[in-house]
């Protein structure tokens, strides 16, 4: 039987800490989500969420086929450390991150995670119904590499604490939902947390500080839209997506926030799954081989606390829009 995930953090630092919510223990206590209400019980685990929460499944939700987990444990990622994942593309059906020696194996890749995609994309609209149609389907990746160790460039670097921000796929201040599985039959996957985007996002705002109000006389705006119109790189990044960029970048070069940062470990078990806002979980991978992934661009207007968004968050200090 799985046990919930191990943290050690001393008393003195929790404050501004995720907490672990561990759905089999809530379904059997007093908690409304417990309830028989669906509308009720979403409501709370969107909040748990939106407060920077990590919600725990003892046992994956759904089933990954024994043949297909097999299949997935025979192999390891030999491509270039530029493809740390397997990913699939919902919206293009394919897949990307393979080396040319295992593209004989892309068809039944494709067919494994597009399944895990449906399966992952099901139980979350029906868990999270105040989320259900109002997300964008993102990548779902698999993760065959052991994290401890594994080389990549310093802004790659999945052990150190970070923002999640995704420089190609900008959200405009829509959030960044992850749910993960662990497929390893032996391995557990290793977490560190670090403080909310919530307790120490004002902190990198007035050190990296915050772009200014975006000018909306004629000239600007027809730049923005000719821009936008041949597909100008970056012309539709947000200045919150340029600022989250920035601030991941700069957490994971400060030496100094990396050694002194307070942080849990959280040790996910054999058949276990989470989830997670990794855009307002300060988060880093430290062991764990063999992984399922699951995003979801969830919109900005779906949030039951919108407060406590990051983008809610970064607009109250500049005191205008960062969004486009």
Known sequence: MSAAPSQVLPQSQSEGMSQLVDLQVATSASTP????DHVARGRWLCSQLEAANILFFPHAPFEIAPNDRE???????????????VAYRPAED???????????????LRVILKTYSQNATRFLGELLTPYAGNWK???ASFRPLEERGRPARLHARN??????????RPTNGDRILRFFSNINPKQNRVWATSQTFEAIGPHFAQTLG?????????VARGLRDLAKAIHFPGARRSPYDDFMHRCHNAMKEDA???????KQRWE??????????????????????????QTFLISRAAMVEPQKSPIAILERIAGHSLSI
């Open 94 to 108: 394919r897949i990307t991150g393979l080396a040319k020696s295992e593209e004989q194996e892309a068809a039944r």
């Open 71 to 85: 299949f997935l444990l025979g192999r390891t990622q030999t491509s270039s450390a530029l493809h740390k994942n």
């Open 210 to 218: 915050l772009p200014s109000a975006r000018s909306n006389n004629p």
């Open 256 to 262: 100094t926030f990396r050694e002194t940062c307070p």
């Open 159 to 168: 052990d150190l604490p970070h923002f999640d921000s995704f420089p190609t």
């Open 268 to 293: 996910f078990p054999p058949g276990s799954s989470w989830m997670v806002f990794t855009d307002s979980v300060s988060h880093a991978v430290l062991e764990g081989q063999y992984a399922l992934e």
């Open 33 to 36: 989500v417990a309830s028989v």
């Open 137 to 139: 389907l993102d990548f």
